[in-house]
């Protein structure tokens, strides 16, 4: 049976599970809340901070180094700058669109955050919420920010923005598809949507086999060893489904300024970066969670397992970034869908008939 | 007259222009022969016979390369100038002259015979104030519609308001481009676009991500270079100007094209040492700028500050520091002097060499990285080949020359064809792809650097041998120079974009009557419509950045 998740453990420790409803409900806030803290801390840390290190270290240039130790401190003075912007809303905008925008693309992220098993430290589940739907549960609400992406371009009134939109829909819409479609191959291994069910099937013990063994090293059943077939095809498409290069498309900064979100400045603009940060770690999220055995690993707690894999994901994002080219739009199109959309469902109906035959 | 000619040119047996089978073939066009030091015929013909004439000596006598057109005012006349080349072999010159009336300045335009004449004509009304018949669209390019009047025109009145209100002047923006049935989009791509490489306003018709139409507004970033040199007096006051002309790096390449016109326009000779230097130090510039513009093309087709740019800036950082170690300056050397440079290698001597050296013994490798990183990526392929397909002919109406006109298959340098300086005697190959495509363009410039580097090792081995009582930097040039009235040249040097030229005619005091500088951006930039139309955004972002311009270079 799943673990006790963290709100139901916060209900117990200080008591609240007794005030009924109103108590599970504010167990449930406090635990998104530190759930939501570290995730935003990872964000504000990546940001400033990691995101120019990593691209420096791969472009040969040295990044920041000036305000306290490895230049850490610019995450605090990045912060003081960015907020203390001026806040511009060009006359035309489409209000209460345009002030909405970026809440939706900075919540629909963090929302996805609440059903992640992201293993236990110091004995505590961080995971908010395990329904039995949970995987279907965190892609619709990863792709509302498609929504988001909609109502910045639209309602920007600018035709930079307007064309990302439309490049950023067309996008989604063609990755969207192979991503959730090799996920359900998984679920077909785990037989399940629910989370915690697709993790404790890659874990070790507990009547999981090991895949096979190498002198006395076990290797786990990740599904990323299992099919990685289905691993390139979901790490590919994650990369559209969070706009990195290859295809960063609906920024696309030296074609259209910075796509929907030109007309975004200071706040708004933390919150689109913030928002986009966000999706990078949740991709890595479900991407850890579905193929790399999310917090399952030796010694160290599950919680440091999988925060090292989201960040693993970061990084390649950074990495693809620093290297690839970016491809034209109706290339990008192409692509998803008479390479991805084929390939997934040529992954899923295999990996359903060999679940069928070998189970 | 050579009984040999070929029918369909006016050269003889050896190549060289007949001047007088010119004069045949244009018959009673020609109303008087002129003299002008490059040219080996000047003709003078009527302002209404323009179109006739440029096509006769095109398809006639095989003129395919309307170098530049200048245009001039004297006492009595306007006048332009429409410099024509062969692509073949670029000595083979002859200059059309056709004067104007002085009250009612209207010639016909050139536009039927040479593409390139359209942007041309257009400086020539815009600055001068010379109205061409039958142009396509004759407007102001480098100033602002609402500018008043004719800079460089005699009677221009500088105390006037030179600019009015766009409500007193006729609104440029009345014609407002709204239209309910229309499904296109138009699109302000600058002055303000991190693709545009500086101050370009590209006035872009979309239909959904297709380039219906594109035109290049430029002019944002002009600093009145033309005036600026007439204003100044031959012998040093010229010489920073071409530093700032194309800045990204190129500032000797520049500096040659000033240095070699006015050699030839006051007959000075340079002492062969300092040819080696400039032409040493001419090539260190090639490479720092073909380094840029592989950098800022990876930068528009990767999308970011990537791995590419950043290789591209580390190494050309290297040439920098020998290109400040010969000049002392990193962007605006002024080392050239008129007969020569202005000081020698720096001392001591053997650390100059030994760093030349080992730039060059790295850039092998560092041209294989190159190659690994962005020609041989797939995806970077797959975005550039077979896109901004820029045709020969094409290329050569347009007059484009330099990397642009080479990918196309053109095969022109000045440097081989008109040789200067040292470069006749150095073993070197001048670089052409038949790719036509925006692959192409970036492969000539790679390969390009190849071939400076080895011009440099030659001339690095050279100057290491000189023996040291030789070394002469300067010959010795009048204080003041006074070149004879009514003399006039107009000469192309190879520069990091194509052909870069200047005219210039001296009215015998010290300082130049008029200056007129053919940059190759310019004459570069008016292709990009043939490049981008019917391609995706990404595409028209992609060929502008192939056609490596610089606005400074553009707008002057």
């Known amino acids: 049976m799943a673990e006790q998740t963290l709100p139901e453990l916060i209900a117990d420790v200080t008591g609240l599970g007794t005030y009924g409803v109103a108590g599970e409900f504010l167990a449930a806030f406090l635990g998104a809340f530190v759930i939501g803290s570290i995730m935003l801390s990872y964000t504000g840390v990546a940001g400033p901070w990691a995101k120019r290190k990593i691209t420096a270290a791969f472009t040969d240039r040295y990044a920041v180094n000036r305000i306290g130790p490895f230049g850490l401190l610019i995450i605090v003075a990045d912060a003081v700058r960015l907020l203390s912007k001026e806040l511009i809303i060009p006359e035309d905008v489409d209000r209460p669109a345009f002030d909405l925008a970026p809440i939706v693309l900075a919540g629909s992220a963090m929302l996805g955050f609440a059903f992640i098993p992201m293993g236990s430290i110091f004995g505590i589940n961080m995971q908010i919420a395990d329904p039995e739907s949970g995987l279907a549960f965190v892609f619709a609400i990863a792709s509302v920010a498609t929504l988001g992406l909609a109502m910045a371009g639209y309602a920007s009134s600018n035709k930079y923005s307007f064309m990302g939109m439309l490049r950023a829909i067309a996008q989604n819409i063609a990755y969207e598809i192979p991503l959730v479609l090799t996920a359900a191959s998984v679920v077909l291994f785990a037989g399940s949507l629910q989370m915690s069910e697709i993790v404790a099937a890659q874990t070790l013990g507990g009547g999981t086999e090991p895949l096979f063994a190498i002198g006395g090293l076990e290797i786990p059943p990740w599904f990323a060893f299992v099919n990685p077939f289905a691993f390139v095809l979901f790490v590919i498409a994650n990369l559209a489904e969070v706009g990195r290069n290859p295809f960063d498309i609906p920024e696309a900064p030296t074609e259209i300024v910075a796509g929907y979100q030109t007309e975004y400045s200071s706040v708004y603009f933390v919150l689109m970066y913030l928002g986009e940060f966000l999706h990078i770690f949740l991709g890595g999220a479900i991407g850890a969670t579905v193929f790399l055995g999310g917090p399952a690993g030796p010694v160290l707690p599950g919680f440091v397992w999988f925060t090292i894999k989201i960040w693993a994901f970061f990084l390649f994002t950074q990495w693809a970034r620093s290297a690839v080219p970016r491809v034209r739009i109706d290339q990008l199109i192409d692509i998803g869908w008479k390479g991805m959309l084929e390939l997934s469902f040529a992954n899923l109906i295999l990996t359903a008939i060999l679940v069928g035959v070998i189970v | ?556």
């Open chain 2, 1 to 556: 007259m050579s009984l040999e000619r070929p029918q369909d040119t006016a050269l003889d047996a050896e190549g060289d222009v007949d001047p007088q089978a010119i004069l045949d073939l244009l018959g009673d066009r020609v109303l008087d022969t002129e003299e002008h030091l490059n040219a080996d015929q000047s003709v003078v013909v009527r302002p209404d016979a323009v179109e006739e004439t440029l096509l006769a000596l095109r398809d006639e006598a095989g003129f395919d390369h309307c170098s530049c057109v200048t245009a001039q005012e004297y006492e009595d006349r306007y006048e332009s100038i429409y410099h024509l080349k062969q692509y073949d072999d670029p000595t083979n010159e002859v200059s059309v002259v056709v004067p104007a009336a002085k009250d009612d300045p209207v010639s016909e335009s050139g536009n039927a015979a040479y593409r390139t004449c359209d942007w041309h004509e257009r400086e020539a009304y815009d600055l001068v104030g010379i109205n061409y018949e039958n142009h396509p669209d004759l407007k102001r390019i480098l100033l602002p519609e609402n500018w008043q009047g004719h800079p460089l025109s005699m009677d221009y009145d500088q105390d006037r308001p030179q600019v009015v209100t766009l409500g007193e002047h006729d609104n440029p923006l009345k014609d407002d481009h709204r239209d309910s049935d229309s499904d296109t989009m138009f699109l302000n791509i600058g002055p303000h676009h991190p693709a545009t490489h500086g101050v370009l306003h590209v006035k872009t018709v979309l239909d959904g991500e297709t380039v219906a139409d594109v035109e290049s507004d430029i002019g944002y970033l002009h600093r009145c270079e033309e005036q600026m040199a007439q204003n100044g007096t031959y012998r040093h006051q010229i010489m920073p100007y071409p530093d700032r002309w194309d800045y990204v790096s190129a500032g000797l390449l520049n500096e040659y094209a000033y240095a070699r016109v006015a050699e030839d326009l006051a007959d000075i000779e340079v002492p062969e040492y300092a040819q080696v230097i400039r032409t040493m130090g001419a090539e260190l510039c090639r490479i720092a700028a073909h380094m840029l513009a592989l950098g800022t093309f990876a930068l528009d087709v990767y999308g970011d500050f990537t791995a590419i740019f950043q290789y591209a800036f580390r190494d050309r950082e290297v040439v920098q520091k020998i290109l400040e170690d010969l000049t002392g300056q990193r962007m605006m050397f002024n080392y050239f002097r008129l007969g020569g440079v202005a000081w020698d290698l720096p001392e001591p001597r053997e650390d100059f060499f030994e760093l030349t050296r080992d730039f060059l013994d790295g850039l092998p490798g560092k041209l294989e990285e190159y190659h690994d990183l962005i020609t041989s990526n797939e995806i970077f392929q797959l975005r550039c080949v077979d896109t901004g397909i820029l045709e020969p002919e094409v290329a050569k109406s347009y007059g484009a020359t330099g990397p642009v006109a080479r990918a196309s298959g053109v095969d022109y340098d000045v440097r081989r064809d008109d040789p200067y300086g040292y470069y006749d005697e150095l073993d070197w190959d001048v670089v052409t792809e038949d790719g036509k495509d925006n692959y192409a363009r970036v492969l000539t410039r790679m390969q390009e650097v190849e071939e400076s580097a080895k011009i440099i090792q030659q001339c690095v081995d050279l100057l290491e041998e000189w023996p040291e009582d030789e070394r002469t930097i300067q010959s010795n040039v009048p204080r003041t120079l006074k070149p004879e009235n009514d003399t006039e040249t107009y000469r192309a040097v190879e520069a990091a974009k194509g052909e870069l030229g200047i005219y210039m005619r001296a009215d015998g005091t010290d300082k130049p009557a008029r200056f007129k500088i053919r940059s190759p951006s310019f004459s570069n930039l008016q292709t990009l419509p043939e490049m981008a139309q019917g391609e995706y955004i990404p595409d028209l972002v992609a060929s502008l950045g192939s056609l490596d311009i610089v606005l400074g270079e553009v707008d002057r």
